[in-house]
């Protein structure tokens, strides 16, 4: 495999494993499947496209496409805790209401971004000496790090920890003095700033946004927690933020092997969204797979339920 | 003070289920107070405890704790006075978060802002409480809660229940779903924390035992179809036998069928 490709699954993993964080957030921390992301990202491209086309400072672009992705986030939020809607439906409405919101903003289907100041050219002119192979990956890598230590904090912090109950055991934590309506529209809020951070970043990096770039955004975000999450199993916050953006890499990377590759077997760039929801497919039912394979639990040999009631380990 | 005044509350309300689990009922209950409130299954108890604290809404009758109105309060405003304690072991802590964590949860209760949740005089402070529980859990702090057992959990929550020093302790058949063992434990710890506070703290505790019911605490009130019918203490509940309380159920409850549910009588 050249080194260019493997650059480029760097870089798309790096981008859009801003975007996994804020999947993450929802769907594990927060235990509540977001399909808002799927209008939210392309909402940050929209907003940003929108920006840097008319001229715009590309960093205030880039600010304000989180801003308009954390309000989708809200108004998903909304949708669910005040107006009791479920937590399904509210992603989906919200998701096809942003379809309509991103063609009002970017005024047609797509705009194109080349010959515009973006923040990777404003980047590129502190490091002249620099190849963007080199610095586009670095220049993620450094964002993606950074976000993850907020995160990080963020979780371990009173506010982080009664959303991390939220998901948990909610009936608990609203007894512990938690309106887990808050938490949930911060949790919601916070992971689709992300996910419009990421949009923004990657129309930027691929020099277009289309109003179409949203497709297929909750699955591939899936695939990327559920993958990296089966790679590093260490239950630590810490440790499973490091394992999704890692799970983002090696998605990248099969899309990418799949992509170049994938013609001398027949495939077409089509059938990307299918090779992706075979991953999921895959990576979800590997532990039951094997459970069902495994002879001794199957016949309830040893018995280990029976085993650990001294409080030793599960 | 915690003043119950014409309670009504409704299951189901203007439907043909319409189920009324409370009717005007009426309580006072002193600083310091430990009263114990058996009844059989239906009488309104758990009800009682939720609307307390704040799960279910009444539909008439108010709630004033410290002089103060509580019954208007969503259920997260109440928390901050009230611990609880739930039969089910596995209600009251989030299994995937770490012991410290669930701790830490439970000790502040109201403006949470962006300090970190744990920190070095915390730990400590959760250690010493966690070593009074002769557990052994203060040396597995970091360890997730849901790999400890039913017993284990449930002293955890009573720890949550108390280490924030509520106002008022409600507990609703908290040892009954564990085995004797852990059963009698849990049931000697809370009357421990309960000394604990020195007549400082409102318990309420639902049990279905008539035993335990006289045993623990200072008073027993007993409810049937969501009323108070019967409230003893001080000498007069020293002297009462488990029988009499089962005759008096079958008198003041107006069973004609002398109706008494197995688990009521159980020793």
Same mark, same amino acid.
């Given at each position: 495999?050249?080194?260019?490709?493997?650059?480029?699954?760097?870089?798309?993993?790096?981008?859009?494993?801003?975007?996994?964080?804020?999947?993450?957030?929802?769907?594990?921390?927060?235990?509540?499947?977001? %399909?808002?992301?799927?209008?939210?990202?392309?909402?940050?491209?929209?907003?940003?496209?929108?920006?840097?086309?008319?001229?715009?400072?590309?960093?205030?672009?880039?600010?304000?496409?989180?801003?308009?992705?954390?309000?989708?986030?809200?108004?998903?939020?909304?949708?669910?805790?005040? %107006?009791?809607?479920?937590?399904?439906?509210?992603?989906?409405?919200?998701?096809?209401? *942003?379809?309509?919101?991103?063609?009002?903003?970017?005024?047609?289907?797509? /705009?194109?971004?080349?010959?515009?100041?973006?923040?990777?050219?404003?980047?590129?002119?502190?490091?002249?000496?620099?190849?963007?192979?080199?610095?586009?990956?670095?220049?993620?890598?450094?964002?993606?790090? /950074? *976000?993850?230590? /907020?995160?990080?904090?963020?979780?371990?912090?009173?506010?982080?920890?009664?959303?991390?109950?939220?998901?948990?055991?909610?009936?608990?934590?609203?007894?512990?003095?938690?309106?887990?309506?808050?938490?949930?529209?911060?949790?919601?809020?916070?992971?689709?700033?992300?996910?419009?951070?990421?949009?923004?970043?990657?129309?930027?990096?691929?020099?277009?946004?289309?109003?179409?770039?949203?497709?297929?955004?909750?699955?591939?975000? %899936?695939?990327?927690?559920?993958?990296? /999450?089966?790679?590093?199993?260490?239950?630590?916050?810490?440790?499973?933020?490091?394992?999704?953006?890692?799970?983002?890499?090696?998605?990248?990377?099969?899309?990418?092997?799949?992509?170049?590759?994938?013609?001398?077997?027949?495939?077409?760039?089509?059938?990307?969204?299918?090779?992706?929801?075979? =991953?999921?497919?895959?990576?979800?039912?590997?532990?039951?797979?094997?459970?069902?394979?495994?002879?001794?639990?199957?016949?309830?040999?040893?018995?280990?339920?029976?085993?650990?009631?001294?409080?030793?380990?599960? | 003070?915690?003043?119950?005044?014409?309670?009504?509350?409704?299951?189901?309300?203007?439907?043909?289920?319409?189920?009324?689990?409370?009717?005007?009922?009426?309580?006072?209950?002193?600083?310091?107070?430990?009263?114990?409130?058996?009844?059989?299954?239906?009488?309104?108890?758990?009800?009682?405890?939720?609307?307390?604290?704040?799960?279910?809404?009444?539909?008439?009758?108010?709630?004033?704790?410290?002089?103060?109105?509580?019954?208007?309060?969503?259920?997260?405003?109440?928390?901050?006075?009230?611990?609880?304690?739930?039969?089910?072991? =596995?209600?009251?802590?989030?299994?995937?978060?770490?012991?410290?964590?669930?701790?830490?949860?439970?000790?502040?209760?109201?403006?949470?802002?962006?300090?970190?949740?744990?920190?070095?005089?915390?730990?400590?402070?959760?250690?010493?409480?966690?070593?009074?529980?002769?557990?052994?859990?203060?040396?597995?702090?970091?360890?997730?809660?849901?790999?400890?057992?039913?017993?284990?959990?449930?002293?955890?929550?009573? =720890?949550?229940?108390?280490?924030?020093?509520?106002?008022?302790?409600?507990?609703?058949?908290?040892?009954?779903?564990?085995?004797?063992?852990?059963?009698?434990?849990?049931?000697?710890?809370?009357?421990?924390?309960?000394?604990?506070?020195?007549?400082?703290?409102?318990?309420?505790?639902?049990?279905?035992?008539?035993?335990?019911?006289?045993?623990?605490?200072?008073?027993?009130?007993?409810?049937?179809?969501?009323?108070?019918?019967?409230?003893?203490?001080?000498?007069?509940?020293?002297?009462?036998?488990?029988?009499?309380?089962?005759?008096?159920?079958?008198?003041?409850?107006?069973?004609?069928?002398?109706?008494?549910?197995?688990?009521?009588?159980?020793?």
């Amino acid at each position: 495999m050249s080194i260019s490709l493997f650059l480029h699954a760097l870089e798309q993993g790096f981008v859009f494993g801003i975007m996994v964080l804020g999947v993450f957030i929802t769907y594990k921390i927060l235990d509540f499947p977001d %399909l808002t992301v799927e209008g939210s990202f392309p909402l940050g491209a929209a907003v940003a496209a929108k920006v840097i086309a008319s001229g715009g400072d590309p960093l205030w672009g880039t600010f304000l496409s989180m801003i308009a992705a954390s309000l989708a986030g809200l108004f998903t939020g909304l949708l669910h805790t005040k %107006l009791k809607l479920t937590n399904l439906l509210s992603g989906i409405l919200t998701m096809t209401l *942003l379809y309509s919101v991103n063609l009002r903003i970017m005024g047609k289907p797509n /705009i194109p971004l080349l010959g515009k100041i973006t923040l990777l050219g404003k980047i590129k002119d502190y490091f002249p000496n620099l190849s963007m192979d080199y610095l586009i990956p670095f220049f993620f890598l450094f964002i993606v790090v /950074i *976000l993850k230590f /907020i995160i990080d904090y963020f979780l371990s912090t009173e506010i982080g920890l009664t959303i991390i109950a939220t998901g948990d055991n909610e009936q608990m934590i609203k007894s512990l003095g938690v309106n887990t309506d808050f938490t949930k529209i911060i949790g919601l809020c916070l992971s689709n700033a992300l996910v419009g951070l990421s949009g923004a970043l990657f129309a930027q990096y691929s020099g277009f946004a289309d109003v179409n770039m949203g497709l297929g955004t909750v699955v591939s975000g %899936l695939a990327c927690v559920i993958i990296g /999450i089966s790679i590093i199993k260490i239950p630590t916050i810490f440790w499973r933020t490091i394992a999704v953006l890692l799970g983002s890499l090696v998605y990248r990377l099969i899309m990418i092997i799949a992509l170049r590759y994938g013609y001398s077997l027949g495939f077409k760039p089509g059938d990307l969204k299918l090779i992706s929801v075979l =991953l999921v497919i895959i990576a979800l039912s590997v532990p039951f797979i094997k459970r069902k394979l495994n002879f001794a639990e199957r016949y309830n040999l040893g018995r280990k339920d029976l085993q650990n009631n001294d409080g030793k380990e599960v | 003070m915690l003043i119950i005044k014409k309670l009504t509350k409704y299951f189901a309300k203007n439907s043909p289920h319409e189920t009324l689990a409370l009717e005007n009922f009426n309580l006072r209950i002193g600083k310091g107070d430990f009263i114990t409130i058996i009844g059989s299954n239906g009488a309104g108890k758990s009800t009682l405890l939720n609307l307390i604290a704040g799960t279910f809404q009444q539909d008439k009758g108010e709630i004033r704790l410290s002089g103060e109105m509580i019954s208007n309060l969503p259920e997260y405003r109440r928390a901050r006075w009230i611990g609880r304690v739930f039969q089910n072991p =596995l209600l009251g802590t989030a299994p995937y978060m770490t012991i410290e964590e669930n701790l830490s949860l439970s000790l502040k209760r109201e403006k949470r802002g962006l300090r970190l949740g744990i920190n070095k005089n915390l730990r400590n402070f959760f250690r010493e409480k966690l070593s009074e529980l002769n557990l052994g859990l203060e040396d597995n702090i970091s360890k997730k809660v849901g790999l400890l057992s039913g017993g284990q959990r449930q002293a955890m929550t009573m =720890l949550m229940a108390t280490m924030f020093k509520p106002k008022v302790l409600l507990l609703d058949e908290h040892t009954a779903a564990l085995d004797p063992e852990s059963s009698k434990k849990i049931l000697k710890l809370t009357q421990n924390l309960v000394i604990e506070r020195q007549g400082d703290l409102i318990t309420l505790m639902v049990t279905h035992n008539m035993k335990q019911a006289l045993e623990v605490g200072d008073r027993t009130v007993m409810m049937d179809r969501g009323r108070n019918i019967f409230d003893i203490q001080g000498e007069e509940r020293k002297k009462i036998s488990v029988d009499d309380l089962v005759k008096q159920f079958s008198i003041l409850g107006n069973r004609k069928d002398n109706y008494i549910e197995d688990r009521m009588v159980l020793i």
